[in-house]
């Protein structure tokens, strides 16, 4: 499976846009990129995935390069719920491999 | 997204015990993982348990250490054998979706080896 790069740490102001980066330059043609968030003292939770589209669901958007190569997470209007430490992942099969992630500050 | 609960949810144990942790889920799932978290780290996949097959591990776990069980397609137990203070850590069961890849993970057993 491809690495996977993301920033380890960002501040986010509550209400506003959270963007995570995520860059995945030796991506193959057959990967998914997925995003997971790990709230403190929980277990991983999942929030999106995407082939080559752009993805929208009730908790994020996801953005793919049309290279494919990067990827960024959006969350919308972030709250002091989603500090979080948030999981870029690439995969093809079914073996989901963690890296250290971004750990993301919404601040009020 | 199926509902996971793991038993217990935390326990404290002298080095030299063996801790069964058990996995339960709200519906038939075909793949289960089990992972684990040391203290400010990632998570690591331990193995894979598919039901009616022997579990997979991962470079640097071996069955004698974790042994893993997977009676049937709700349940899954992960053992650990032989403790010691370097198997402190947060212990995730995982299942997977019925989407494409994606994975719903229990909320963790936590363990203190002491």
């Known amino acids: 499976d491809a690495k996977t790069t993301q920033p380890t740490s960002m501040d986010c102001a509550e209400g506003r846009a959270a963007n995570l980066p995520c860059n995945h330059s030796t991506i193959s043609g057959n990967e998914y990129v997925y995003w997971y968030r790990q709230i403190h003292s929980q277990g991983p939770q999942y929030i999106i995935h995407?082939?080559?589209n752009n993805e929208t669901n009730e908790m994020a958007s996801l953005i793919i390069t049309e290279d494919r190569k990067s990827s960024t997470l959006i969350l919308p209007h972030a709250t002091l719920r989603d500090t979080a430490v948030y999981y870029c992942i690439v995969m093809k099969v079914f073996k989901t491999i963690f890296g250290a992630g971004t750990r993301l500050f919404v601040k009020a | 997204s199926a509902v996971i609960s793991q038993k217990p949810s935390r326990d404290i144990c002298q080095r030299g015990t063996s801790l069964t942790i058990q996995c339960q889920v709200d519906s038939q799932v075909t793949m289960m993982f089990w992972y684990r978290q040391q203290p400010g780290q990632s998570l690591t996949l331990i193995a894979t348990a598919n039901q009616g097959s022997e579990a997979t591990y991962e470079s640097g776990f071996v069955i004698d250490k974790f042994p893993i069980s997977r009676p049937n397609l709700t349940f899954s137990t992960l053992t650990v054998s032989n403790m010691s203070p370097e198997d402190s850590s947060i212990y995730l069961c995982s299942v997977g979706g019925t989407g494409s890849y994606e994975q719903y993970f229990g909320p963790g057993t936590r363990l203190t080896v002491t």
């Open positions: 995407g082939l080559k």
